[in-house]
């Protein structure tokens, strides 16, 4: 029975992603919500046969103490023996049955279901998002946010069929109840529902902000104690603990700051809700009483209007905490959608195809990007790159070197100007196809808190174990990478590397890179320092790996040490977004330009480095 509530919804089930998700929060909702629509209004209409029940249960109450009021119990076993049968078998069998179906759909069918969707399409829908989106939040408010937004979907859903769909159908059939009864029993009820959902609604006017407001502010709590622990060795290097301690503090008291505001809502809602149903309880009742002592009501009317009066005191708090608590939840969402919906703006064209790569030729026309800003970046660069041609990117921080790279791998769409690979212009080829087509080894070689196993793997998921193999020892990895072991036990190609592979040297962690690189055997090579942080002799052998991996592919290669690119087909030289020289290494140390001030400024064989300008 379990199984088959759990697969009414398939949390999973195919759907159009949307670039540009709902920027209003009812939308954005249902577009979530559409596969449960079904489930939905079966759910709804549960709640209220259930609240039917109950207030019917109520009404039976007061036909029971007057039937017990009419003679003895032979009598009345005779007159109504039956109808009490019948009425037991009902309590115990319709009853339940109604109540176990409302709630398994509501346990079992919708909130596993609906947070799973929930997390599961805004995780896919954030990966859609470009690097740069990225690099402008806390990877840590992120997944806060990914993280916190399901489960409080979840509890709107659950909130609106558990409490407020019952609430309102038990509303009014204990208003209808009353009314037949005696029309003016419904007078102190509504003097008190008044100022009741008044009340409610001055909560609920307040609830949302604050809440959302206060969810924002524990997303930066973890968005600083995560970039704390990420970057935990400056931390110690720089000897910040206290620094560190106090910037979180600064979150951390903002985020009690608005969860205070938050909870004296909470209070002043309890304190005038205490007052209001006293008034209810007295009003009721007590008119119940005056009219039964004007012999114009029975004592079954007494107990049916006490019983709903005692049932709608107790609901009343529950009424307005869920109702409370639905808008409060609806503001965490809020502000989880203000990372969930936003747009993603670097797409596939909708008449991309897949990139073909035959020769491997780079053409770069006109291309400029400034990031938005008047400066920085690239400024009218034109470059071609013949098939197989190995060239040399060289340049001070800031002249532009990894802003060409990001533009080849379309990181970011260019400003103006267009990139080429063998004749198509790459912002009309798919995005996977362009980046299966070029392999990368950077400089920060961060890993995957994964297996060395996965790690490699992750350059060609379906290589073979004897191919993985290879490929680490052609990247003089093999012979460490057996000696691993991790805290779990694993070991070798089982062991798991850390969190950007912070467990691993930083030479370790290279040398992965470049086995995963090789075993991806891509037809355009991208290096960006690729040996800096190899010790002189495994960089050497590492060398003679490169240069074999550069055989058949183009090859664009940025280095400090110039001695890694001297022998390259080509050197670029750039200044300001500009190229500014270009040739093989003899002739631009005799054209005495900039690059031959650089060779002649090294010192080890690195460029120096006369500013740090962000690129």
Same mark, same amino acid.
């Given at each position: 029975?379990?199984?088959?509530?759990?697969?009414?919804?398939?949390?999973?089930?195919?759907?159009?992603?949307?670039? $540009?998700?709902?920027?209003?929060?009812?939308?954005?909702?249902?577009?979530?919500?559409?596969?449960?629509?079904?489930?939905?209004?079966?759910?709804?209409?549960?709640?209220?046969?259930?609240?039917?029940?109950?207030?019917?249960?109520?009404?039976?109450?007061?036909?029971?103490?007057?039937?017990?009021?009419?003679?003895?119990?032979?009598?009345?076993?005779?007159?109504?023996?039956?109808?009490?049968?019948?009425?037991?078998?009902?309590?115990?069998?319709?009853?339940?049955?109604?109540?176990?179906?409302?709630?398994?759909?509501?346990?079992?069918?919708?909130?596993?279901?609906?947070?799973?969707?929930?997390?599961?399409?805004? *995780?896919? *829908?954030?990966?859609?998002?470009?690097?740069?989106?990225?690099?402008?939040?806390?990877?840590?408010?992120?997944?806060?946010?990914?993280?916190?937004?399901?489960?409080?979907?979840?509890?709107?859903?659950?909130?609106?069929?558990?409490?407020?769909?019952?609430?309102?159908?038990?509303?009014?059939?204990?208003?209808?109840?009353?009314?037949?009864?005696?029309?003016?029993?419904?007078?102190?009820?509504?003097?008190?529902?008044?100022?009741?959902?008044?009340?409610?609604?001055?909560?609920?006017?307040?609830?949302?902000?604050?809440?959302?407001?206060?969810?924002?502010?524990?997303?930066?709590? $973890?968005?600083?104690?995560?970039?704390?622990?990420?970057?935990?060795?400056?931390?110690?290097?720089?000897?910040?603990?206290?620094?560190?301690?106090?910037?979180?503090?600064?979150?951390?008291?903002?985020?009690?700051?608005?969860?205070?505001?938050?909870?004296?809502?909470?209070?002043?809602?309890?304190?005038?809700?205490?007052?209001?149903?006293?008034?209810?309880?007295?009003?009721?009742?007590?008119?119940?009483?005056?009219?039964?002592?004007?012999?114009?009501?029975?004592?079954?009317?007494?107990?049916?209007?006490?019983?709903?009066?005692?049932?709608?005191?107790?609901?009343?708090?529950?009424?307005?905490?869920?109702?409370?608590?639905?808008?409060?939840?609806?503001?965490?969402?809020?502000?989880?959608?203000?990372?969930?919906?936003?747009?993603?703006?670097?797409?596939?064209? $909708?008449?991309?195809?897949?990139?073909?790569?035959?020769?491997?030729?780079?053409?770069?026309?006109?291309?400029?990007?400034?990031?938005?800003?008047?400066?920085?970046?690239?400024?009218?660069?034109?470059?071609?790159?013949?098939?197989?041609?190995?060239?040399?990117?060289?340049?001070?921080?800031?002249?532009?070197?990894?802003?060409?790279?990001?533009?080849?791998?379309?990181?970011?769409?260019?400003?103006?100007?267009?990139?080429?690979?063998?004749?198509?212009?790459?912002?009309?080829?798919?995005?996977?196809?362009?980046?299966?087509?070029?392999?990368?080894?950077?400089?920060?070689?961060?890993?995957?808190?994964?297996?060395?196993?996965?790690?490699?793997?992750?350059?060609?998921?379906?290589?073979?174990?004897?191919?993985?193999?290879?490929?680490?020892?052609?990247?003089?990895?093999?012979?460490?990478?057996?000696?691993?072991?991790?805290?779990?036990?694993?070991?070798?190609?089982?062991?798991?590397?850390?969190?950007?592979?912070?467990?691993?040297?930083?030479?370790?962690?290279?040398?992965?890179?470049?086995?995963?690189?090789?075993?991806?055997?891509?037809?355009?090579?991208?290096?960006?320092?690729?040996?800096?942080?190899?010790?002189?002799?495994?960089?050497?052998?590492?060398?003679?790996?490169?240069?074999?991996?550069?055989?058949?592919?183009?090859?664009?290669?940025?280095?400090?040490?110039?001695? $890694?690119?001297?022998?390259?087909?080509?050197?670029?030289?750039?200044?300001?977004?500009?190229?500014?020289?270009?040739?093989?290494?003899?002739?631009?140390?005799?054209?005495?330009?900039?690059?031959?001030?650089?060779?002649?400024?090294?010192?080890?064989?690195?460029?120096?480095?006369?500013?740090?300008?962000?690129?």
């Amino acid at each position: 029975m379990f199984r088959w509530f759990e697969g009414l919804v398939d949390p999973y089930v195919t759907y159009k992603e949307n670039d $540009t998700p709902p920027k209003r929060l009812y939308p954005f909702l249902r577009e979530y919500a559409e596969p449960f629509m079904r489930v939905f209004w079966i759910t709804g209409i549960a709640s209220v046969i259930i609240a039917i029940i109950e207030v019917w249960l109520m009404a039976y109450l007061g036909r029971l103490v007057d039937i017990l009021a009419t003679g003895t119990p032979a009598e009345v076993w005779a007159q109504s023996g039956l109808e009490f049968i019948l009425v037991a078998v009902f309590i115990l069998t319709l009853r339940p049955a109604v109540h176990v179906a409302q709630v398994m759909l509501l346990n079992n069918s919708i909130l596993p279901n609906f947070g799973t969707l929930v997390r599961w399409r805004a *995780h896919k *829908h954030v990966l859609r998002q470009s690097v740069g989106w990225f690099e402008d939040d806390f990877a840590g408010r992120i997944a806060n946010r990914i993280m916190q937004t399901p489960p409080a979907a979840g509890e709107v859903i659950f909130q609106l069929f558990d409490a407020i769909t019952f609430a309102i159908a038990y509303l009014v059939a204990a208003a209808i109840l009353l009314g037949q009864a005696d029309l003016r029993l419904l007078l102190p009820l509504m003097l008190w529902i008044v100022p009741y959902l008044w009340l409610l609604r001055w909560v609920v006017t307040r609830i949302g902000p604050a809440s959302e407001a206060a969810s924002n502010a524990r997303s930066a709590v $973890t968005g600083r104690v995560v970039d704390s622990y990420t970057n935990i060795h400056s931390v110690k290097m720089f000897a910040h603990h206290d620094r560190e301690i106090n910037y979180a503090k600064e979150a951390i008291e903002e985020a009690r700051r608005t969860f205070q505001i938050e909870m004296r809502l909470y209070t002043i809602m309890d304190a005038g809700l205490m007052i209001l149903n006293g008034v209810l309880i007295v009003g009721v009742v007590g008119w119940a009483i005056w009219l039964w002592m004007q012999g114009a009501a029975s004592v079954g009317l007494v107990a049916v209007a006490t019983s709903l009066t005692l049932r709608l005191n107790a609901m009343s708090g529950w009424i307005m905490w869920a109702i409370t608590n639905f808008f409060r939840q609806l503001g965490v969402v809020a502000e989880g959608m203000l990372t969930i919906a936003q747009p993603v703006t670097l797409l596939d064209r $909708t008449d991309a195809k897949p990139l073909a790569v035959t020769e491997g030729a780079v053409q770069i026309s006109n291309l400029s990007h400034h990031y938005g800003r008047k400066a920085g970046g690239l400024d009218r660069i034109n470059l071609n790159i013949a098939p197989g041609e190995k060239v040399g990117l060289v340049g001070q921080s800031g002249a532009g070197k990894s802003t060409l790279v990001k533009l080849l791998l379309r990181f970011y769409d260019a400003e103006k100007g267009t990139i080429s690979i063998d004749g198509q212009d790459i912002s009309h080829a798919t995005q996977d196809s362009l980046r299966s087509a070029i392999g990368m080894v950077q400089q920060d070689s961060a890993l995957l808190h994964r297996t060395v196993r996965e790690n490699i793997l992750y350059g060609n998921p379906d290589a073979t174990e004897e191919q993985m193999i290879v490929a680490a020892q052609r990247a003089e990895a093999h012979d460490f990478i057996l000696g691993l072991a991790d805290n779990e036990g694993n070991t070798g190609y089982d062991a798991r590397v850390g969190e950007r592979g912070i467990k691993l040297s930083g030479g370790q962690r290279q040398r992965i890179s470049l086995a995963r690189v090789i075993l991806k055997d891509a037809p355009i090579l991208l290096l960006d320092e690729a040996t800096s942080a190899l010790d002189s002799e495994i960089e050497a052998a590492i060398q003679q790996t490169l240069y074999g991996m550069m055989e058949g592919k183009t090859v664009i290669a940025i280095a400090h040490r110039l001695s $890694t690119i001297a022998q390259l087909d080509r050197i670029i030289v750039m200044d300001q977004g500009r190229i500014v020289e270009e040739g093989k290494h003899d002739a631009l140390l005799a054209a005495n330009g900039q690059y031959a001030r650089f060779w002649a400024r090294q010192s080890g064989g690195f460029l120096g480095q006369s500013e740090q300008v962000a690129e």
